[in-house]
């Protein structure tokens, strides 16, 4: 069987994206599952490694010639220049980085809705730098969302210890009962479910959990949040087949025992599922996006600038995501 050809894009060049990318170009076991292109800026990467003492003697071609990356068969780099070298400072944000990181991605993206690649894995990229540069879009998951055209989607992160998924994202607390509604969570629980059932091959045990604390306690805690919006939104998966349980107080819902009994928690903001995982599986999970029409993976991590181009980036989780993009595109 063919290996997939999976793009990676090289993320924040202030940060470690460069280091972990150029680790998985260079890894043995990476190559045996896919053909590894990374979406970056060449010379960038070349100082990256350079400083580090990696290995860098890779093909490069230019981000957007389709037709050379179509016969690629080994680790290879696509040169998407989009940095200003004199202004650039590793460990630094500003929007220079900002823009290059955006840039990227949007090369990789263009690659994979053409079909000439089976997914994207990303390395990190700051939120901060893409506001100094103007960009609209608080992260990767809601720029996936736009550019592949999709209205129902989620991010998911993923790992064998603990899997979540999210109604809400990148919103401040404030926002996520505004955001909340019936259609909003049901959407979220079929996402999760199908997604688990692909990866692991059987039907989904899915858990949703409560807004509140004790979710709601009957109506005592928020605004009927549990009784309004997320109980119907159960009531009505189930009656697609789904498997699911819920609205649990969130304050128990990730005890081991139901865990062990659980393939993904449906959560309801940011942190009540990012905490858990990253506290359980932080150099493991992997971040995708589910309901689009490319597969996309990405790092659980952050771009780490107090480590940046310092040699100490552990690579593990960019494994992870570029071992899931194959599981999923081959899938």
């Known amino acids: 069987m063919n290996k997939p050809t999976i793009a990676l894009t090289m993320g924040d060049p202030a940060g470690i994206g460069p280091e972990v990318c150029l680790h998985a170009l260079n890894s043995a076991e990476i190559s045996r599952l896919c053909i590894p292109v990374l979406f970056g800026d060449a010379d960038i990467l070349k100082r990256c490694a350079r400083r580090l003492k990696l290995n860098d003697r890779f093909p490069v071609f230019r981000g957007n010639d389709f037709k050379e990356l179509q016969r690629v068969q080994q680790p290879a780099i696509a040169d998407v220049t989009a940095l200003n070298h004199a202004a ?4 630094r944000i500003d929007a220079n980085t900002g823009a290059a990181s955006f840039a990227y991605i949007n090369a990789a993206i263009d690659a994979a809705l053409a079909g000439h690649v089976a997914a994207v894995s990303t390395a990190s990229i700051n939120k901060k730098a893409l506001a100094l540069a103007g960009i609209p879009y608080p992260g990767h998951t809601e720029i996936f969302a736009d550019r592949a055209g999709s209205d129902r989607w ?5 790992s ?3 899997t979540c998924t999210f109604a809400t994202v990148h919103v401040g607390y404030a926002e996520v009962p505004k955001l909340l509604t019936i259609q909003r969570v049901q959407e979220v629980i079929e996402l999760s479910a199908e997604s688990l059932e692909r990866i692991r091959g059987h039907k989904a045990k899915v858990v949703v959990c409560g807004l509140n604390p004790h979710a709601g306690e009957e109506g005592l805690f928020g605004d009927n949040e549990e009784e309004r919006i997320i109980k119907p939104a159960i ?36 942190d009540q599922g990012h905490i858990p995982v990253k506290t359980l599986a932080f150099d493991s999970a992997v971040n995708t996006t589910l309901g689009l029409s490319i597969i996309r993976t990405s790092v659980d991590h952050g771009t780490a600038l107090d480590i940046a181009w310092e040699g100490k980036a552990d690579p593990s989780s960019m494994y992870c995501a570029l071992r899931l993009a194959v599981k999923l595109a081959g899938s």
């Open 160 to 162: 064998e210890k603990i």
């Open 88 to 91: 650039f400072t590793p460990g």
């Open 235 to 270: 009531k009505n998966a189930r009656t697609k087949g789904i498997d699911v349980e819920g609205p649990l107080p969130p304050d128990t819902a990730f005890l081991p025992w139901k865990r062990e009994a659980t393939d993904v928690f449906v959560c309801m903001y940011h």
């Open 154 to 158: 989620c991010m998911m992160q993923y």
